[in-house]
């Protein structure tokens, strides 16, 4: 039998480093955030197969058809998404009323969508699911999932993003961050102790939507990169072979390179409890994002200088850039700056008591 209710908790994260990486077959660093988006769902028996979706903090509804969701925009385009991606993947579902409510700040870098797609998956396929509550969740199956919300973000809503956001938001666990390796999908947690200093998120106040920003055409430039080097990755790029590029190209691929080798380096940083190592490559990392990749804005640029300024000793722009947020690393003698959102690791999605 079905369950009659379910309802999961999805955080949102943070990436400590290792950003443009995840679509080049590289390295990255996330964490989850305690911030995130809850759904609740229970069955509607009946013969109508169809899912009636309320975003609480909205106060917006959506209905559709379990069979074949139409395409929608905004939100009812992650939820339609959710349904449609989940029964192509085998998952079976039931007609359901789901609730979504979430605390993370939209478009600033965040991964609220990430946040958004979780949750709906996890809430709607523990309503179809057979068995104990839960039993089904392996960490395969979140590995599975979030395969599953990434297609709803490149499918549905247009925006050709990696598995970042959404295996951070599975996978991640509390007090650590966790290295991935996207190329075999590795995941290892690495102990995240802070010491004394904090991590803050500031927004640029400038939103940003992949879909239609930059996000898309530095996608297609790193493919072109691979297809002039012949090779199926930039993992695969030698530093020596990158001069045969075009000079834009090859600035491109040199953000991929060298922000592997920073989260290499960071995990190192972390190991040896050095803080301002790990703030030094926050700092080389955001160079390089603004330098070679270009997704900075000016915006960005100034919430850095203002967090430097304030005393951070590492601060970089986050996530995907062309707006968002900016995270930086505060020795504990430092006040907490204006608008600054304190992050800590906290667990990665779970299924709550229905
Ligand atoms: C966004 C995308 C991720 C990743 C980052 C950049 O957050 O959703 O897949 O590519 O940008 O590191």
Redesign the pocket.
Known sequence: MPHERSAAFAPGRV?LI??????NEGL?LPFAIFQGVSARAHAVPGPRRRVQAWARDLDERDEFGLEDPARAQGWRAFVRGAAAELQAAGYPLVPAHLELAGDVPRGA?L?SS?AFEVAVCLALVELGAEGEPGAWLTPADRIALAHVCARV?NEWVG?Q?????QLASLCAEADHALLIDFRTLALERIPLALEGWRLVVVDSGERHS?ASSG?NERRRECAEACRLLHIGSLRDAEPGSLGALPEQLRRRAQHVLSENRRVLDAVSALRAHDLPGLAELLNESHASLRDCYEVSTAAVERTVAELREHGAAGARLM???FGGSVLALLPGTVALPQRALEVQPGPGARLLDG
Request: charged share 15%.
């Open positions: 990436n290792g950003e443009h990486t995840d679509y990255a870098g991964s990430a973000e925006a993003t990696g598995l970042l956001d992949h996000y996530g995907g850039g």
